[in-house]
C-alpha cells in the first residue's frame, strides 16, 4: 500500500520567515495530495491541494509543488504568521481506492 | 469548502458502557463518510469507511463488533464504542467525501473526544 513519509516533525520559524515542509510518496499511482492543518483539539482543515496533472499550486501565503518523477511534494507557507502555528499533515490518494494516506505531521511553531 | 459536524465534542464514560459519536455533512450529500483515530501527537490512523446503505469496511486490525459503524442516510453516519475501555480513549474523528466536487477531497469534522474511566 501507499506510504507517505513527512518532514521535519517539528519546525520552528520566526515570524515573517518562510516554512517549508517536504512529504515523499511510495506508490506511483497516487494523484491527489492534500495539505491539512490541525489546530490543537480540532478536527483537520483542508488548506490546500494539488492534482497530478498539475506542479505548483498557489494560494496567498500558501503553495505546493509537486515532483511526480521523484514522488514528493512540498507546502511552502511564505511571511508566516502566529496563526499559522498548527500542526500539518500532508496526504496521498489513490483515485481508485478514495483512502487518504497521511503523513506522521508537522508541528509548526511560529515565534513572534 | 463543505461543511462536516459532530456530536458529541467530548464525552466522558464509564468502563464497560457503550458510546454514540454523530458525523452530519451539513450542506452535501454524502455517500461515503470515513472514521479515523487520533492518540496524542499522532496521525490520524484510518479505522473504517462508511458507505451509505451497505456495510462498512474496516481497516486490518480494527474490531468491526466493538466499532459499530451505522450509515443510514446520506448526511448521518454513526460510530458506537461498543463495552468501551480505557484503551479506546481518544480523539474520534470523521470525514466526508463530497460527491459533487473533486471526489478524492475529504472534508473533517470537528472531532470528538473520548475518555473513558
Known amino acids: 500500500g501507499e506510504n507517505v513519509e513527512q518532514h521535519p516533525s517539528t519546525l520552528s520559524v520566526q515570524e515573517g520567515d518562510s516554512a517549508v515542509i517536504k512529504c515523499t510518496y511510495s506508490?506511483?499511482?497516487?494523484?491527489?495530495f492534500p495539505w491539512y492543518k490541525q489546530e490543537l483539539g480540532k478536527g483537520p482543515q483542508l488548506i490546500i491541494d494539488i492534482r497530478s496533472n498539475v506542479g505548483e499550486k498557489k494560494d496567498q501565503r500558501i503553495a505546493v509543488t509537486l515532483n511526480k518523477t521523484a514522488k514528493h511534494f512540498s507546502l511552502h507557507i511564505t511571511e508566516t504568521q502566529p496563526e499559522d502555528s498548527a500542526v500539518y499533515f500532508c496526504a496521498a490518494v489513490k483515485a481508485a481506492g478514495n483512502k487518504l494516506t497521511f503523513g506522521g505531521g508537522t508541528r509548526v511553531l511560529v515565534k513572534p | 469548502g463543505a461543511v462536516v459536524s459532530q456530536h458529541p465534542s467530548r464525552v466522558i464514560c464509564k468502563s464497560g458502557t457503550s458510546v454514540k459519536i454523530e458525523c452530519r455533512s451539513l450542506?452535501?450529500?454524502?455517500?461515503?463518510m470515513f472514521w479515523y483515530r487520533q492518540f496524542p501527537k499522532q496521525s490520524l490512523m484510518l479505522m473504517a469507511t462508511s458507505n451509505e446503505g451497505s456495510k462498512a469496511t474496516y481497516e486490518q486490525g480494527v474490531e468491526k463488533d466493538k466499532f459499530l459503524i451505522n450509515h443510514a442516510s446520506l448526511t448521518l453516519s454513526t460510530l458506537t464504542v461498543t463495552s468501551a475501555h480505557p484503551e479506546d480513549s481518544s480523539f474520534y474523528i470523521c470525514s466526508a467525501r463530497d460527491p459533487l466536487g473533486w471526489s478524492e477531497t475529504q472534508y473533517f469534522g470537528p472531532g470528538t473526544r473520548l475518555l473513558v474511566l
Open positions: 450542506d452535501f450529500q454524502a455517500t461515503t
Open positions: 506508490d506511483s499511482a497516487s494523484n491527489y
